[in-house]
């Protein structure tokens, strides 16, 4: 209440409301959103380029820090190493591929070595003439060029692979950030179909039975590529794709199998991957990659040799 004999109109009252203000701790300043680099998907990039980048991990390479984080590093991050030449089954494997997903780049981009005695100075003079005209393309043996193309022929006229393989798009590079740890993140699906939502995974195997290439699929990771890869493609598109697999047979008759990640399987996988990037995240963080636990640890016989009974 303002008093009459107050010259300057103010009150005892709105003093001390005005000092109360002053005494309290000021409001803090909103912190700014953290800002990612926004998702990218690539059409194109080489093959070793995609590898070599050391700003993003892959599955393949996040997969190296359940054995240790020194592994990761010395297979991903070390600035001296070198891509290995590919084995002939992944040269085989990339071969498959392409004839199953790209088959004019199949048809364009590799020729058949000819059955040349390299052994001979007569062999080795028409195999460099044979490199020579080759002008670039993947050069491959007669029997891989006929494991790919019986294997192609009969993944893509099967019921789903006419369905599924004809119309899409092959090898994109897909990056994103992962919202939790702030890492950037990549990865490689092998076929996008435009008119359905899957992503697609090719595997070559040796028995594509369901129990037998269920054990294999375990055994290598699959479930947490197919989590992995699930998540990515929601980050990085908004989008929700399922996760099948194609587990091909290299062997006469060239039998095929396809499968779909289950619900049990994406979540057994994505609890995995998510505590591999945490991993990942806090030796990148630190740039510190450690090895096997330091301490010494006592060594034991494994059970099944304690069990003589």
Request: charge should be negative; aromatic fraction near 10%; hydrophobic fraction near 40%.
């Amino acid at each position: 209440m303002i008093s009459e004999n107050d010259p300057l109109g103010v009150s005892l009252d709105d003093l001390d409301a005005e000092i109360d203000a002053l005494c309290e701790p000021p409001m803090p300043t909103p912190a700014a959103p953290l800002e990612f680099e926004p998702p990218a998907i690539v059409d194109g990039l080489e093959n070793e380029r995609y590898h070599a980048d050391t700003d993003s991990v892959g599955v393949g390479g996040l997969r190296l820090v359940a054995k240790s984080p020194l592994h990761h590093w010395y297979a991903c991050r070390r600035e001296e190493r070198e891509l290995a030449d590919p084995t002939p089954a992944q040269r085989l494997g990339t071969a498959i591929h392409a004839a199953i997903l790209e088959p004019d780049r199949f048809a364009s981009s590799y020729c058949v070595s000819p059955q040349i005695d390299r052994r001979t100075k007569d062999g080795k003079l028409a195999y460099t003439a044979f490199l020579n005209s080759a002008l670039g393309r993947e050069t491959i043996s007669t029997r891989d060029h006929e494991i790919a193309s019986a294997v192609a022929k009969e993944v893509r006229t099967s019921e789903l692979g006419q369905m599924l393989l004809h119309d899409g798009r092959a090898e994109l590079s897909v990056y994103w950030t992962d919202r939790a740890t702030g890492v950037r993140c990549r990865m490689r699906p092998d076929f996008v179909p435009n008119a359905h939502p899957v992503l697609i995974d090719i595997k070559s195997c040796a028995d594509a039975d369901d129990r037998q290439f269920g054990v294999a699929a375990w055994r290598n990771g699959y479930h947490v590529t197919a989590a992995w890869y699930v998540d990515g493609w929601r980050a990085a598109t908004g989008e929700k794709r399922d996760y099948y697999f194609v587990a091909l047979e290299k062997e006469p008759p060239y039998a095929s199998a396809w499968f779909y990640a289950s619900d049990d399987l994406l979540e057994a996988g994505r609890t995995e991957y998510r505590r591999l990037l945490k991993i990942y995240a806090e030796c990148l963080a630190a740039d510190s990659w450690p090895g096997y636990y330091a301490q010494l640890q006592e060594l034991n016989p494994p059970a099944w040799a304690m069990d003589k009974d």
